[in-house]
């Protein structure tokens, strides 16, 4: 992965878009990642990805749930349960 100085990413802007076209950009300040610069499309497959991965998983919980028998009455009753 390409990384540039928050000095360079700043003085060379323009470049860095164009980079990030192609691949991942880092950009560091103090030599420590302070960020990560991606294509739309690369933050869009990110976005699709972690959405998906959310989505299953609480399917996957609520399956779960529903096999031990929790209902949404008995989970009402749990969540308004104040002890």
Known sequence: MLTFTANDAK?????????????????????????????????????RFYANRLRDTLASTAKSAAQAGLTEQELERLLADES
């Open 11 to 47: 003085t060379r802007f323009g470049e860095m878009l164009d980079r990030v076209q192609r691949e991942p950009v880092q950009v560091t300040r103090h030599n420590r990642v302070v960020g990560i610069m991606v294509s739309p499309q690369d933050y869009e497959a990110m976005r």
